[in-house]
């Protein structure tokens, strides 16, 4: 607009001008060099306002043709886009589908003028790992890493995938990094817990179990489940490390709270029975014992390795007396005598226990208890009937 309003000046004032100076128009002389032109200022002012109006005709005609390009360059480039997705589409449903080398052609194809190629880089790390190109998924990943607000998707994927090739300390490795920025991130938790359930890293598998729990990730049975894992191997790891000693003091320091857990009782005390501390073991399970009658625990004591059996006896003598319809107290107190090989005891604890309920241990004890009672016909009687329970049970 203010282009056309200084030519309309220009041409107004040439007119105004060449009819005012009509009879006087006087000339202008040009000198260049040898070059000399010689004209009426009228004329010059006429051929500057036509100058100024070519150069406004010549702007309009670049500008028209600089639009047409853009249009041009637009819409090739919106067709691309169009394209990319299209590949990107297609190849993700490949990738579901299993069909890795399709789905890496169609998911790198769609990443070439994707505007977020992140995504891409990523499915098609996964698309190689399926086809076992594990040098290719990587290469993948560290284009994805190059991307921008990449680092904790990337981390996530790679460990996800790392976790697959059974690759648990590279996954973890990859999970610390992004830890330390990252430590409520759901995904990043539950990963860590596979990684340290597969590695026996029961100390940090302790450390991450409240985090779980209060992103609601698992449910408090899965936490108590978790945390008698844990708990286990830990002491596993403190047995063969530091022997008995060292398992007890560390069964010393542990909460009360978790001393109450049965599967953590358990745990200790076959470790304690690996490293021969039978004795040791005996203490503890009697000390329980006397505090709550589990049938768990109970069922421990014949297979304890002690040099004098009486005081087991005596304590579940005392038991049985206070719960004679127990058949798990029953049974134990007819295996221990067994072991001390008093047959008529053994018998009848064995009897008490079988009127309670039918269990097959029970019956192929018995058997030999009669045996050895030289009853030998009641005894292959109850032999065969253990089979048949067996049988049943197949």
């Not at 610390?176 to 995904?187: E, M, S, W």
């Not at 830990?234 to 560390?250: C, D, P, R, S, Y």
């Amino acid at each position: 607009m203010i282009r056309l309003l200084l030519l309309a000046i220009v041409l107004v004032g040439g007119l105004i001008v060449g009819t005012t100076f009509a009879d006087q128009q006087g000339y202008v002389l040009i000198s260049v060099a040898n070059t000399t032109i010689e004209m009426s200022l009228t004329t010059l002012v006429l051929f500057i306002g036509a100058l100024i109006a070519g150069l406004f005709l010549l702007e309009m005609i670049v500008k028209r043709i600089l639009s047409v390009s853009n249009y041009t360059r637009g819409w090739f480039s919106a067709r691309h886009l169009r394209k990319a997705r299209y590949n990107t589409f297609k190849g993700m449903i490949k990738l579901h589908e299993g069909e890795w080398k399709e789905a890496e052609r169609l998911i790198t194809k769609g990443g070439r003028h994707n505007d977020f190629p992140l995504l891409n880089y990523l499915a098609a790390a996964e698309a190689a790992q399926g086809r076992q190109q594990i040098d290719l998924r990587d290469k993948y990943l560290q284009l994805a890493s190059e991307q921008d607000d990449s680092t904790l998707a990337v981390a996530l994927t790679s460990a996800k995938l790392q976790m697959r090739q059974k690759q648990y300390e590279l996954a973890l490795a990859t999970l610390q990094f992004v830890k330390v920025d990252y430590p409520r991130n759901p995904v990043l938790l539950e990963l860590l817990k596979e990684c340290y359930l597969a590695l026996n890293e029961w100390q940090a598998l302790k450390n991450i179990i409240h985090p779980l729990s209060k992103a609601n990730l698992i449910t408090d049975q899965q936490a108590l489940e978790l945390e008698e894992k844990a708990e286990c191997g830990l002491m596993a790891v403190i047995a063969t490390n530091k022997g008995t000693a060292g398992l007890l003091e560390h069964w010393d320091a542990l909460p009360k709270k978790l001393k109450k857990h049965i599967p953590i009782l358990i745990c200790l005390i076959q470790q304690l029975q690996i490293r021969k501390a039978d004795s040791e073991a005996y203490i503890i399970l009697r000390d329980n014992l006397k505090k709550r009658a589990d049938d768990r625990l109970v069922a421990l004591l014949p297979t304890l390795n002690l040099a004098d059996y009486h005081p087991v006896t005596v304590l579940l003598e005392s038991m049985a007396d206070y719960d004679v319809r127990n058949p798990v107290i029953q049974s134990t107190l007819a295996q221990l005598y067994m072991r001390t090989q008093k047959w008529q005891p053994a018998r009848e604890h064995f009897e008490a226990a079988l009127a309670i309920r039918e269990d097959m241990s029970d019956y192929a004890y018995l058997a030999r208890v009669l045996d050895k009672q030289n009853r030998k016909q009641a005894a292959a009687d109850l032999s065969r009937k253990a089979l048949t329970m067996v049988d049943d049970k197949g």
